[in-house]
């Protein structure tokens, strides 16, 4: 696989905002204004009702060192941070945020426990989904033949997306589902492709190579298979 873009890398603390702020020593505004300050968000929040944190509390376009933030969002179980770069840059800007909010305004930090990931990629690659199983290979294949027949047309159907999922029932705060479909508006002929996970960013992109040379495994094997 050949990566085209990072479209996400999110990485997300679980810890009560309350807790950095036990006491209720610092005011909330002036929060706002240094955070605002030391990354120079475009948007954050102004109005009352914009410091909702069951809605969530957002900061969005800013930027620290060479990092692009497109979003900080503080919700009343934990903080998010959204950049393009990797999960694991996000997750380090949250931690520095919290270190340096603990240090200048009068914050009580400690390390986070439970942390929370979301990758969303694009990239080019020579798999083909519908020989992961000869099932759906064979599905495929008889719902080209029907079409084909009726339309006189000929139209070649494959498996463009798949996706695995846990029981959203079991969780109270959703993770996302792992994901790859064809890239949308993108002829087939482009062999690009769109992956979604609840996984670090350099994990997410070693599965879907494990992912490639395993299809890649089993329809060298059908091939030898069908000679």
């Given at each position: 696989?050949?990566?085209?873009a990072?479209?996400?890398?999110?990485?997300?603390?679980?810890?009560?905002p309350?807790?950095?702020n036990?006491?209720?020593?610092?005011?909330?505004?002036?929060?706002?204004k240094?955070?605002?300050?030391?990354?120079?968000?475009?948007?954050?929040?102004?109005?009352?009702?914009?410091?909702?944190?069951?809605?969530?509390?957002?900061?969005?376009?800013?930027?620290?060192?060479?990092?692009?933030?497109?979003?900080?969002?503080?919700?009343?179980?934990?903080?998010?941070?959204?950049?393009?770069?990797?999960?694991?840059e996000?997750?380090?800007l949250?931690?520095?945020?919290?270190?340096?909010?603990?240090?200048?305004?009068?914050?009580?930090?400690?390390a986070?426990?439970?942390?929370?990931?979301?990758?969303?990629?694009?990239?080019?690659?020579?798999?083909?989904?519908?020989?992961?199983?000869?099932?759906?290979?064979?599905?495929?294949d008889?719902?080209?033949?029907?079409?084909?027949?009726?339309?006189?047309?000929?139209?070649?159907?494959?498996?463009?997306?798949?996706?695995?999922?846990y029981?959203?029932?079991?969780?109270?705060?959703?993770?996302?589902?792992?994901?790859?479909?064809?890239?949308?508006?993108?002829?087939f002929?482009?062999?690009?492709?769109?992956?979604?996970?609840?996984?670090?960013?350099?994990?997410?992109i070693?599965?879907?190579?494990?992912?490639?040379?395993?299809?890649?495994?089993?329809?060298?094997?059908?091939?030898?298979?069908?000679?």
């Amino acid at each position: 696989m050949k990566l085209s873009a990072i479209h996400l890398a999110r990485a997300m603390a679980f810890v009560e905002p309350i807790d950095l702020n036990p006491v209720g020593k610092a005011f909330y505004p002036d929060l706002v204004k240094a955070l605002v300050l030391r990354y120079g968000f475009l948007k954050f929040p102004q109005k009352p009702e914009e410091f909702d944190e069951v809605k969530g509390v957002v900061f969005s376009t800013g930027k620290f060192e060479e990092t692009t933030i497109e979003q900080l969002t503080i919700y009343t179980y934990g903080f998010l941070v959204d950049t393009r770069v990797s999960t694991q840059e996000s997750k380090r800007l949250l931690e520095e945020a919290m270190e340096w909010a603990s240090k200048s305004l009068g914050l009580t930090y400690n390390a986070v426990r439970r942390w929370q990931y979301a990758s969303q990629v694009t990239f080019y690659s020579e798999i083909d989904l519908t020989s992961v199983h000869p099932a759906m290979q064979r599905l495929a294949d008889n719902v080209s033949k029907i079409v084909t027949e009726n339309t006189r047309e000929n139209l070649k159907y494959e498996l463009t997306a798949f996706a695995i999922d846990y029981d959203s029932l079991s969780r109270k705060h959703p993770m996302g589902r792992f994901s790859i479909q064809r890239r949308e508006n993108t002829p087939f002929s482009e062999h690009k492709y769109f992956s979604d996970a609840p996984l670090p960013t350099d994990e997410h992109i070693k599965l879907i190579g494990q992912f490639e040379e395993d299809i890649s495994k089993g329809r060298d094997v059908s091939l030898h298979a069908k000679r």
